[in-house]
Every structure is written in structure tokens, then in C-alpha cells.
């Protein structure tokens, strides 16, 4: 992992045999839902429930800073305590924790590479036992605005007021508008294609078989060939901000594109945004 441009952005599945039971650790299960959590985590993980915790369903937004603040100290979060996340789907959901924990400035959080997949596989133990968790004081500072895209940006890029690498994560057929959402979905738009200008990554194709990253020499072909401008200015987006959540993270911190930022509203917004121009098929 050291090629990477920030390696300590990552931890091994040892590291967390190692270290995950530290006194200033805290590890965390993130998924969309916490049936997997229940069935066996981690020793010592806490579980976030996408839907329920890392959302705002009223205003259809990520969480206010008073909520997280409440997240945070209810699991035992202070702002000195490193949060090392995992997941399900290759880390989906446990990128977009990090993502919206550097959102509000954590200063210590990271990945375990290769996420419940690799820990699974490698046979490691898991517990069905919540840990009890003391509650922690935690006061977050204002948020870096720096890492979110909104649809006034992507409005930028088309009208050439500014220049980004536009990503779009999902799969090929999302792209070509052949499907809206994958299978078993909820959330959809009225609309099928992909946002004009933008390049087809598909997420998945950044993760090696067994969940972990890909290595540098790897990303770079797989973005740079494609399109994307190494090292500058990028936005990714997917249906509701957890693919791009997982490419935002490759591109920032593997890839050291310090600019990248992750349009969370991705298509479900922009797919039923008045207005907003779409194509489909594939990319010229």
C-alpha cells in the first residue's frame, strides 16, 4: 500500500487483528442495513446502518452537523479516536462513512483494504456480541465543503466554466441508460442515462477479487486511459453516493487527486432534475 499517494489512509485486515482493540480505536461495520453486522462482525466493531444512521430522510440529505456530532459520541467517537471502517460491496458503504467523516473533519479515519469480504475470507474470528460502548463527547468543526459536489457543479463543468474530470461509477448498463437502477433497487429516477460530458469507471473495476484496492500502476491505467486528467480537478457520482463514494476515495487518496469531490446526489437527483440534459449509449 505505501505506492499510494496517502498509504495511511488504508490498514490491513492483520492490522486490525493487531491493533483493532486499541484503547484509541474504534473499528465500525457500515452497511445498508445492519443484518450482516448481527450475523458476525468484527470483535469490538460497532455497526452504522446506512439508512437509518448515515441518513437525513426528511430533508433527503447527508447528516446535519448536531446529528453526526450524536453518531459520533454515541459510538464512542471522540475526535482524537482513530475510526478504522469496513463493509459490505467491497467497502461501498464504509467509503461514504469516511467520506462524510472527512465531510466534518475527522482527523484519524481509514479503511480496512478489502473490507467483511477479505476479513471473512482469511477466516478471522467474528462476534455476534454489540460491544457496550461508554458514551464519548464529540464536537465537530464546520464542514470541508471541499470534498462534496453539488448539481450548481456539474452545471459548471457542462456550461465550461470550469474544468473537472466528470466520473460516472455505476455499471455499463446504467450508463447507456439501458437500465436506471440495478435490480432490486428502490431508489430510481424517472429518467435512464448518464450526464453529459462524463466518463464511464465503473466502480467495481478499482477492487481486486478478494474487495482490496487495486494497485497504483492499476489506477492509474484505469482512469488515466479513460479519460480522466491525472491529478486534477474530478467529481464522481452513481445513483445515490456510495459507489462514488468508493472512486472519490481512490481518486483522492490513492491516486492524490486532491481536488476529487463526491456529487452524493448523483442520479437520483440528477435523473429527475427539470432541466438538467442527459445522454445515452455509449461515450464517443
Known amino acids: 500500500m505505501g505506492e499510494y499517494t496517502h498509504p495511511e489512509m488504508l490498514v490491513s485486515t492483520g492490522w486490525v487483528a493487531e491493533h483493532g482493540r486499541g484503547p484509541n480505536v474504534r473499528l465500525v461495520e457500515v452497511d445498508v442495513d445492519t443484518s450482516a453486522y448481527d450475523q458476525g462482525h468484527v470483535e469490538g466493531a460497532v455497526g ?23 453518531l459520533m459520541a454515541r459510538s464512542g467517537i471522540t475526535p482524537q479516536t482513530t475510526v478504522v471502517l469496513y463493509g459490505d460491496n467491497n467497502n ?15 482527523a484519524d479515519v481509514r479503511l480496512m483494504n478489502g473490507g467483511r469480504k477479505l476479513w471473512l475470507k482469511e477466516n478471522r474470528p467474528i462476534s455476534t456480541v454489540a460491544p457496550s460502548v461508554p458514551p464519548a463527547a464529540y464536537r465537530a468543526p464546520e464542514p470541508d465543503r471541499s470534498v462534496r459536489a453539488h448539481r450548481e457543479d456539474v452545471f459548471a463543468i457542462l456550461d465550461n466554466r ?4 466528470l466520473v460516472d461509477v455505476r455499471s455499463a448498463d446504467e ?10 433497487m ?27 484496492f487495486r494497485s497504483v500502476e492499476e489506477l492509474r491505467a484505469l482512469y488515466y486511459d479513460r479519460g480522466v486528467k491525472p491529478g486534477g480537478d474530478a467529481i464522481a457520482y452513481c445513483r445515490i453516493g456510495e459507489r462514488s463514494s468508493h472512486t472519490w476515495f481512490v481518486l483522492k487518496y490513492l491516486l492524490g487527486h486532491e481536488t476529487a469531490r463526491n456529487y452524493d446526489g448523483s442520479w437520483t437527483e440528477w435523473g429527475n432534475l427539470i432541466g438538467a440534459p442527459i445522454e445515452k449509449g455509449a461515450s464517443s
Open 48 to 70: 452504522w446502518n446506512w439508512q437509518t444512521q448515515l441518513q437525513d430522510g426528511i430533508r433527503r440529505d447527508i447528516l446535519d452537523k448536531e446529528q453526526f456530532e450524536s
Open 92 to 106: 461501498w458503504f464504509a467509503a461514504y462513512a469516511l467520506w462524510m467523516m472527512k465531510y466534518f473533519r475527522h
Open 162 to 165: 470550469t474544468r473537472a474530470s
Open 175 to 184: 450508463y447507456t441508460g439501458k437500465v436506471i437502477a440495478p435490480p432490486g
Open 186 to 212: 428502490s431508489e430510481t429516477a424517472q429518467r435512464a442515462g448518464h450526464i453529459p460530458k462524463a466518463i464511464s469507471v465503473p466502480w467495481s473495476l478499482a477492487a481486486n477479487e478478494d474487495g482490496t
